[in-house]
């Protein structure tokens, strides 16, 4: 082989290496775009995940705390405090109901007397053989302070005072038992009637359960005729046990100082209502009208 002949295939080889290698380049040319679009899908979805993260998390942040519903609270009860059970009553009145009976009266324990209180009195009036009056009368009292577990003073009063009527109406042993309502005093009044034997007689009992705001007053008279006395009337008993009933709410409403003592709470709730609705909007308006 001849050394031209030599130089000329060393020189095709040469040119064979070199169109390799850029084709070599020019592929991987190619390919950076792709890499680079590659990436940049990356990136957006990247960038897009943390947008969506932040927006969670903004909706997780301090303002959806502050959206929280507040924490429960209820009206305040009216009253604070009751009056000592055994002053709730005039001494004409104790006159009156039991005539002989000391007028201080005998007081029921109580560990929290600004909550609950009793006290009751006992009269026998002895005529020798002609027979005896006896009576007896018992004053209660019930306040109820406003609890955000268990409710509103008031509401809890009214469960009480249910309970106090269907308790008067299912006495044991008790006959001809009669019901009606009370107007006149607290928020709702309720008076009970039957009568009762015993061994001594036949007793006459009243019971008055009334509802004032937040407190309910019991008060429950009764009376017998003993040893051939004449058997007392239910309706003279029921109009002394009612009177006696309306003292014991104004004692009640006195001392937390008011001087409201007959007229219903609701009813002043009522009015305010009425004046309310005398200055509604619509009114206002047609006025400017």
Do not use: H
Request: aromatic fraction near 4%; charged fraction near 25%.
């Amino acid at each position: 082989m001849s050394e031209g002949t030599m130089q000329r295939r060393a020189q095709l080889d040469q040119r064979d290496r070199r169109g390799k290698r850029l084709g070599r380049v020019l592929v991987c040319a190619a390919a950076v775009p792709v890499m680079l679009i590659a990436a940049g899908c990356s990136s957006d979805s990247g960038s897009g995940s943390g947008s969506d993260s932040a927006g969670e998390g903004k909706s997780a942040g301090p303002g959806a705390s502050a959206s929280a519903s507040p924490s429960p609270t209820v009206q305040a009860a009216a009253y604070a405090k009751l009056p000592k059970p055994c002053t709730v009553l005039a001494k004409k009145t104790l006159g009156d109901l039991v005539p002989k009976a000391k007028t201080s009266g005998k007081q029921g324990n109580s560990s929290d007397a600004a909550s609950r209180g009793n006290c009751s009195w006992s009269s026998l009036d002895d005529n020798g053989v002609k027979g005896s009056q006896f009576r007896w009368l018992n004053v209660s009292l019930l306040r109820f302070d406003s609890d955000t577990t268990r409710g509103a003073g008031d509401e809890l009063a009214q469960e009480y005072y249910d309970k106090q009527v269907q308790a008067a109406q299912s006495a044991e042993g008790a006959k001809g038992v009669k019901s009606e309502p009370v107007t006149g005093m607290g928020d709702a009044a309720t008076a009970v009637r039957y009568d009762l034997k015993k061994k001594e007689g036949s007793f006459k009992q009243q019971t008055v359960v009334v509802q004032v705001e937040n407190v309910v007053v019991t008060v429950d008279y009764n009376g017998a005729g003993l040893a051939g006395e004449k058997t007392p009337s239910a309706t003279d008993l029921m109009k002394d046990a009612q009177k006696a009933a309306k003292e014991a709410v104004a004692a009640v409403s006195s001392a937390n100082g008011s001087t409201e003592s007959s007229a219903s709470p609701s009813k002043s709730a009522s009015a305010s209502a009425s004046a309310s609705k005398s200055a509604s909007p619509s009114k206002s308006a047609a006025k400017k009208n």
